[in-house]
């Protein structure tokens, strides 16, 4: 069974510019949640997608956002990057089914913004 | 709202010893709680998971966590470290009674064994 695959890998992008990261969730697996690793201040939540849906979101500013396809997997985009959204970020995924169902991480984006 | 707290930036051990990895944690209602192993340059790895029942919880590689409701904490532990085990492992929860799976996590314990 193929586990979270996240694209691309690594990404180094521009103050200003604008940013998609993609996911694909393990197959069947209809939660799909970002997050965002940093130094400073760990991993953070950011959202999570259900059925193409945004079910919670995290404290980032709306140059953050995302959505999901009808195949459950999901992009997220940074708009007007800035030199602090330099980080690694993961996508993880979980089953339709219980809500304590551990989450699947991929191997995340690391993004790099100068 | 839910917090996790992992008292020890970086835990040293020698092979062969016990390792210990704290965490405590605060959620408004029940908890779930997990940990995860980071390998550099990767992602988040599953260990274990505490959803009821026994409060010791085996889980993959060898490691167990207990968790003790009247201390609110979920220590990861292994009885004999390899140095394989070197890494950062990070505790998280998520609260029973919310709806969707937003996980709160600790910063990490790196911990580091030492043949």
């Known amino acids: 069974k193929a586990g979270v695959t996240q694209t691309p890998r690594y990404l180094i992008k521009t103050r200003g510019q604008q940013v998609t990261l993609s996911c694909s969730p393990i197959s069947g697996h209809r939660s799909v949640s970002w997050y965002q690793q940093t130094p400073g201040q760990g991993l953070q939540f950011l959202f999570e997608?259900?059925?193409?849906?945004?079910?919670n979101k995290g404290n980032f500013p709306g140059r953050f956002s995302g959505r999901q396809f009808s195949n459950s997997r999901s992009e997220m985009n940074v708009s007007t990057l800035e030199l602090g959204d330099s980080a690694l970020y993961l996508c993880a995924s979980s089953t339709l089914t219980g809500e304590y169902a551990e989450a699947f991480f991929g191997q995340g984006t690391r993004l790099t913004v100068v | 709202a839910q917090s996790v707290a992992q008292p020890e930036d970086q835990v040293n051990v020698a092979e062969g010893n016990p390792l210990t990895v704290k965490c405590t944690y605060s959620?408004?209602?029940?908890?779930?709680l997990f940990w995860y192993v980071q390998y550099p340059n990767r992602g988040l790895q599953f260990l274990l998971k505490?959803?009821?029942?026994?409060?010791l919880v085996k889980g993959s590689y060898g490691f167990e966590a207990e968790f003790n409701k009247s201390q609110t904490s979920f220590h990861l532990k292994k009885p004999s470290a390899l140095v394989s085990d070197s890494a950062l492992y990070f505790c998280?929860?998520?609260?029973?009674?919310?709806?969707?799976?937003?996980?709160?996590f600790g910063g990490g314990t790196r911990v580091l064994v030492k043949p």
């Open positions: 997608y259900f059925s193409e849906t945004q079910r």
């Open positions: 998280a929860v998520r609260d029973r009674e919310a709806a969707g799976n937003k996980l709160t």
């Open positions: 959620v408004s209602g029940n908890p779930y």
């Open positions: 505490y959803i009821t029942g026994d409060n």
